[in-house]
């Protein structure tokens, strides 16, 4: 299978959005990823096969930071490389905005995401109780420097 990694258009938001309702029980709005599109300080990618959406994950620059926003993968692709291949991406993305810090937040419990982001040298730096909803959970909020 090609996989390609691609700027998010319109064209795809929708494919996103169904990505997010499956894997997250708070997903973005479509008006969200919209937004990202048009924001000159955020990157939006997705990995795509042929015009399938597998994954998607998202980038902010916030006083010269980046946040790290909506990593996401298909379930039927998930512990195939496609995650990792997308957030290799977007931190050299970041990289060439400038971006030396990144961070983000990820549920306690998901030990798969954290353990992808550990081995990209993003450590676990502090707690956001009750973060999260339905259900409520911490978040373990992690930098890249």
Same mark, same amino acid.
């Given at each position: ?6 700027? /998010?258009?319109? $064209?795809? &938001?929708?494919?996103? *959005?169904? =990505?997010? @309702?499956? #894997? ?23 990995? /795509?096969?042929? $015009?399938? &959406?597998?994954?998607? *994950?998202? =980038?902010? @620059?916030? #006083? ?34 400038? =971006? ?46």
């Amino acid at each position: 299978m090609e996989i390609r990694i691609s700027p /998010l258009t319109e $064209e795809w &938001v929708d494919q996103v *959005c169904v =990505l997010e @309702e499956e #894997a997250f029980s708070m997903p973005w709005h479509k008006e969200s990823f919209l937004e990202m599109i048009e924001n000159p300080d955020a990157c939006y990618l997705v990995a /795509l096969s042929g $015009e399938k &959406v597998l994954a998607s *994950c998202g =980038l902010r @620059e916030i #006083a010269g930071e980046g946040e790290i926003t909506n990593v996401v993968t298909a379930k039927d692709y998930r512990r195939q490389g496609i995650g990792r291949m997308l957030l290799a991406q977007i931190l050299e993305e970041g990289k060439k905005r400038g =971006l030396s810090a990144f961070t983000l937040e990820v549920r306690c419990s998901n030990q798969a995401a954290i353990d992808l982001y550990k081995s990209f040298g993003f450590v676990e730096e502090g707690v956001r109780p009750g973060f999260y909803e339905k259900p409520r959970e911490d978040a373990l909020i992690m930098w890249k420097r």
